[in-house]
């Protein structure tokens, strides 16, 4: 029943009404309100006329324009339509009535009933020739439209004019002696003004602008249909400037030729035309995003026949939309990949999809093979598009960059490879000789395993002797040069050996030029040292000679001339000895570094050097040019010697190292950026310094967005499995930083606003600890476990459904039961019952005084029991439900209550058909319909009950409320029959609803999609 408040309202005033008619109809044209006025016309009573269609109140002529202006009302929820009709009467005579018609919309703004306000055509005629003698009947009138949404109101000419003027000339007329002698106050506040009586006296010129083309039009045409005009669409605007759009109608009265006063209403429909305009906009919005996409997108039918197509596929694949419609989709495929493109489009038809995406080649108008990343989506039930949609993008960029990788990790290993074969001591150390790498031939050479040297002071794992330098001297060096070389020892710490190494200690340098760490490169000469100790136990010369050599020794005089070459430089360079002696050394020496070898030469005559060694190319024998290390000694004041002693080894081979280790950290670099696995480096207060490509593409940012921010940031979106908030006081980070220990597989669902999805992470954290235990930094770790969480959730789906079937297999079996105890009962209890009271029957007949009262009360007490039986069996297998249907069980069920428990039960089915729902479906709301009514007659104390089915095409609903004195549920749990019903409900996957409380009734609301 119509439940809204403007409504009743309506009846009301209606109700008592001496002039106007007013009637109620349901959508289907069946009247459930006629006022006592039309009763009383037509020779009706209430109970008579409720449920006849208004169809059959009219003559059949009429019938074809009533079905016209339904349809209109349901077009057009809200807008009045005027239509005039006959109506007999019990003398046979007809009543002519003007009707105007609206639909009356619910709290939802769906159409609920058809509203119908109907005046004799003969007593408007006389209300208007009699307005002025009559203001009683006006004002009913006018009180009546009031109660309406549309805007009354009434234009007078102070000077009438000829009906059959031509309208140009009419309408100029108007413009001066028109004017606004009535409105009701809706009216009004259309215009943005409170009252009609702020309107009333306005003249036409300044309610419409009569120099507009299209108002102009719109009065010829009011004009030339014989001052009549429905439906009319008009622009205007209210006293703020704001436009206003109206549907108009009007109706012009002419007396003896005379056109004298225009009754009009109008309806605002602003909001409705904002909408269409917004909806327009929409469209073109989607229609350009779609245009400007970077994926391709096709649709199809589930043959994979191509029906429409993005401007975007001529982009990725050249193809016009007009050249690939029609065509199938497959032809486009590779060969080789027409297997896996076919398969995964079949599991998605099916909705059994294994792969979110496929790769694929697919062939371009110029006939090149394009690696795709396609996805497929089955959007066959939704209404608005119907077939599958096919979404594809070039993949060419990410395929290279895997097969780059890939070349890059071998690269990796072969670096990793001969740096583990390397003969030579390889550490590195921070800035503060921290040692942060120990390759294994230092350790064979010290004893020192990895483990104990890493973290570590330099000087406390490995204390070297620097002779004849300090360890002061040698930092001073290389915090100023860069780079010292020399000799130092040192013993091992498992054998006690003393060793002897030719060490390189560099500075490293990242890509902006700053100081990152230090490089110790050391070569054991201890064997060649214990010889040249021997040598100069034998001869002077050697021995002061060998004391300060490195590799290949010449001496020169002060210009530069060799006088002297040992062995071992002969050897170096691969000159003989009389190539080199008697030749400028400046002469072996590249012209680019001849400016540096020159100046450390005079310095070192002049006693002025300060750099000890300098790294020069020497031209080689057969080599060509050699980096070597050279350094020179003035030695003129030894009378032994008197002479430069320049010392130069082959440093080719470290320098080759060094290179190489500069290349191999690049590529490592270049290796952790194109990792999927996010990296961030992080310091103790959780601030973000480092990350790689997948980290900030991963978080959905980009990488000046993401470093610099912390854990803390209040614009992390972040929550857990269970969709709680995460603080960031407990993120991976600040909890590695807190504890000092790894965190672990922590999940997270991070917010992307870009993107505006959510990526779900599974994130580690490690905290980098010095040797005092302190934190340095956290690495943190994630991958993406998006997929992973949604086939978790496919999981726990199939376990719900699993339990539907379950609980269905339940009901099943109860409802086998139920119809096997029903049959027992009606086919033999019955059976037995009957027999026995035939055999009383016959007793009763043969028997006298008291014994045949005791036979007759005995009957009578037995035919009790046979309808107990019969009304039991009937509840437990309803006999109706499979031959006659549920609204008609259910009817069944209302009157069994009608006569048994005396309720006023009322059962709504108007907007209901059961044609669309499954037999199972009908049984289950039936069950719940006999098991609500069970717990009303129980424990309601209710004596009305209301019951109503509607259902669309989405859903149907069945609502069950009665009157009694209601419950209150936050003091107890659900009884055993409110659990069947939400049980019976969920297998469906319907919803129930309950709205009860103490003394306020009881209603029961059931929801079931039918999609």
């Known amino acids: 029943m119509i439940d809204l408040l403007r409504t009743k309202a309506l009846r009301k005033y209606f109700h008592s009404s001496g002039q106007f008619y007013y009637i109620l109809t349901d959508l289907q044209g069946d009247c459930f309100y006629i006022n006592p006025l039309f009763l009383q016309l037509n020779g009706f009573a209430g109970s008579v006329a409720e449920g006849t269609p208004f169809s059959a109140l009219i003559p059949v002529a009429e019938k074809k324009m009533y079905q016209s202006i339904v349809k209109e009302c349901f077009a057009q929820p809200g807008v009045p339509f005027l239509a005039d009709f006959h109506h007999q009467l019990p003398d046979k005579t007809f009543k002519h009535v003007r009707w105007e018609f609206q639909t009356i919309l619910n709290d939802n703004d769906e159409p609920e009933a058809i509203q119908c306000i109907g005046t004799s055509v003969k007593e408007i005629t006389q209300l208007e020739n009699k307005i002025d003698d009559k203001p009683g009947e006006y004002e009913e009138r006018f009180k009546a439209y009031e109660l309406s949404a549309e805007g009354l109101w009434k234009l007078e000419l102070e000077i009438p004019a000829p009906a059959d003027w031509p309208a140009d000339k009419l309408i100029e007329h108007c413009r001066h002696h028109a004017y606004l002698t009535e409105c009701n106050d809706n009216m009004a506040r259309m215009y943005g003004l409170n009252s009609a009586g702020e309107m009333t006296g306005m003249k036409m010129e300044n309610m419409m602008n009569l120099d507009d083309p299209k108002v102009v039009d719109y009065l010829f045409t009011f004009i030339k249909n014989g001052y009549r005009i429905a439906n009319a669409e008009t622009q205007e605007h209210d006293i703020n400037g704001n436009k206003l759009f109206f549907i108009n109608n009007m109706t012009g009265i002419v007396e003896n030729g005379l056109l004298k006063r225009v009754w009009g209403t109008q309806h605002d429909i602003t909001q409705r035309k904002k909408a269409e305009e917004q909806l327009l906009r929409s469209e073109l919005f989607f229609k350009n995003l779609i245009s400007d996409s970077l994926d391709g997108i096709i649709l199809t039918d589930t043959n994979g026949t191509i029906t429409f197509s993005s401007p975007s596929v001529e982009t990725i694949l050249g193809y016009r939309p007009e050249d690939i419609i029609g065509t199938n989709t497959f032809d486009y495929a590779h060969p080789e990949d027409q297997v896996a493109a076919l398969s995964a489009f079949r599991e998605e038809v099916q909705m059994e999809s294994q792969t979110k995406f496929i790769d694929i080649r697919l062939k371009t108008k110029y006939g090149q093979w394009l690696w795709c990343n396609v996805r497929g989506h089955n959007m066959l039930y939704n209404p608005y598009v119907g077939r599958m949609v096919i979404y594809f993008t070039d993949d060419t960029y990410r395929k290279k960059t895997e097969h780059a990788l890939r070349e890059s990790e071998n690269r990796y290993r072969n670096q990793a490879m001969i740096l583990s074969n390397v003969t030579d001591v390889i550490v590195t150390a921070d800035l503060d000789y921290k040692i942060t790498s120990w390759n294994k031939i230092a350790e064979e050479a010290t004893g020192i395993g990895a483990e104990e040297a890493i973290g570590k002071d330099y000087k406390e794992v490995i204390p070297l002797d620097y002779s004849p330098y300090s360890r002061e001297e040698v930092a001073g060096i290389l915090a100023k040069e860069g780079v010292w070389r020399g000799e130092s020892s040192f013993a091992n710490s498992k054998t006690g050996e003393r060793r002897v190494h030719l060490h390189t200690f560099s500075l490293v340098y990242d890509e902006a030029g700053n100081k990152k760490g230090i490089l110790v490169v050391g070569k054991d000469i201890t064997e060649r040292t214990k010889m040249e100790a021997k040598l100069q136990e034998s001869e002077s010369f050697y021995r002061n000679l060998i004391a300060n050599s490195l590799d290949g020794i010449v001496l020169t005089d002060k210009t530069g001339r060799v006088t002297y070459c040992s062995p071992s430089a002969l050897k170096i360079s691969g000159y003989s000895k009389g190539e080199l002696s008697g030749h400028f050394l400046f002469e072996f020496i590249h012209p680019d570094d001849m400016p540096l070898a020159q100046e450390a030469f005079v310095v070192e005559v002049n006693k002025e050097s300060v750099l000890n060694y300098v790294l ?374 319907g919803k129930v609803d309950i709205k009860t409380a103490p003394g306020e009734g009881f209603i029961l609301t059931v929801s079931i999609p039918l999609k």
């Open 616 to 989: 020069l190319r020497l031209r080689h024998a057969s080599r060509g040019w050699v980096w070597c290390m050279v350094r020179g000694h003035n030695m003129f004041d030894n009378p032994g010697i008197n002479a430069m002693a320049i010392y130069f080894t082959d440093d080719s081979r470290r320098k080759d190292i060094e290179d190489k280790l500069r290349d191999s950290e690049q590529r490592f670099r270049d290796l952790i950026e194109n990792l999927v696995t996010g990296v961030v480096l992080q310091d103790t207060e959780s601030q973000m310094l480092i990350c790689n490509k997948a980290a900030y593409t991963l978080l959905g940012l980009t990488e000046d967005q993401l470093l610099g921010r912390s854990s803390f940031d209040s614009s992390w979106n972040v929550i857990h499995e269970d969709g709680t908030d995460f603080p960031g006081t407990t993120h991976p980070v600040p909890m590695a930083v807190k504890t000092r220990q790894p965190v672990r597989d922590i999940v997270m669902g991070v917010y992307r606003p870009v993107t505006k999805d959510r990526v779900w992470l599974l994130v580690n954290a490690d905290p980098i600890l010095d040797d005092k235990n302190e934190i340095i930094h956290v690495i943190c770790t994630f991958t993406d476990i998006t997929e992973q969480k949604r086939l978790s959730q496919q999981l726990v789906e199939q376990e719900i459904q699993k339990q539907k079937q379950i609980t269905q297999a339940t009901i099943d079996g109860q409802e086998k039961e139920r119809r096997e105890i029903g049959k027992e009962l009606h086919d033999n209890i019955n059976q037995h019952i009957t027999t026995t009271r035939l055999y009383l029957e016959v007793g009763e007949e043969k028997a006298t005084g008291e014994i045949r009262e005791m036979i007759r009360r005995s009957r009578k007490e037995l035919t009790e029991i046979f309808n107990v039986v019969r009304n039991l069996s009937q509840s437990l297998v309803p006999p109706t439900l499979g031959d006659i249907g549920l609204i008609e069980s259910i009817k069944d069920v209302c009157n069994s209550l009608k006569v048994t428990h005396k309720f006023n039960v009322h059962f709504n089915y108007h907007s209901f058909s059961e044609e669309v729902l499954p037999d199972n479906m009908k049984l289950m709301l039936f069950r719940i319909i006999q098991e609500q009514i069970n717990n009303i007659v129980r424990h309601s104390g209710a004596d009305t009950i209301h019951i109503r089915l509607i259902a669309d095409a989405e859903a149907a609903e069945l609502r069950i409320n009665d009157n009694g004195k209601g419950v209150d549920l936050s003091r107890g749990r659900k009884g055993l029959g409110l659990t069947n019903i939400t049980n019976r409900a969920e297998l469906f996957n």
